[in-house]
């Protein structure tokens, strides 16, 4: 069975950092791209950050020089290192992952909430 399985949410102040994780089983993780949505409540489902095996990422425009995506293919497991976290950047944030070439997700996570408050 597909899981992923999302950790290391949780309350700080702005400015302060998280490290969330996604540990994935039941797929072939390299051929997967990796992803992390967010969605707050009454906002859409928006894409943070995507990385192939490759290495190759994508950012939105909100998070580039703060937050940064990571893979490690021997533990399945992709990374979103959190930095200068922001009021706007409270959601609950998704792992995802999709097969190359296809434009939507194939398996999510069930989700980790993040707030940054103060």
């Known amino acids: 069975q597909v899981q992923l399985v999302e950790s290391g949410g949780g309350l700080v102040q702005p400015g302060g950092s998280l490290r969330l994780s996604c540990a994935a089983s039941?797929?072939?993780?390299?051929?997967?791209?990796m992803g992390w949505y967010r969605q707050a409540p009454g906002k859409q489902r928006e894409l943070v950050a995507a990385i192939a095996s490759s290495g190759s990422t994508d950012w939105a425009d909100s998070v580039k020089g703060r937050f940064t995506i990571s893979r490690d293919n021997a533990k399945n497991t992709v990374y979103l290192q959190m930095n200068n976290l922001k009021p706007e950047d409270t959601a609950v944030y998704f792992c995802?992952?999709?097969?190359?070439?296809?434009?939507?997700?194939?398996?999510w996570g069930q989700g980790t909430q993040v707030t940054a408050s103060s």
């Open positions: 995802s992952a999709r097969r190359r070439f296809l434009p939507n997700p194939d398996y």
């Open positions: 039941g797929i072939i993780f390299n051929i997967y791209t």
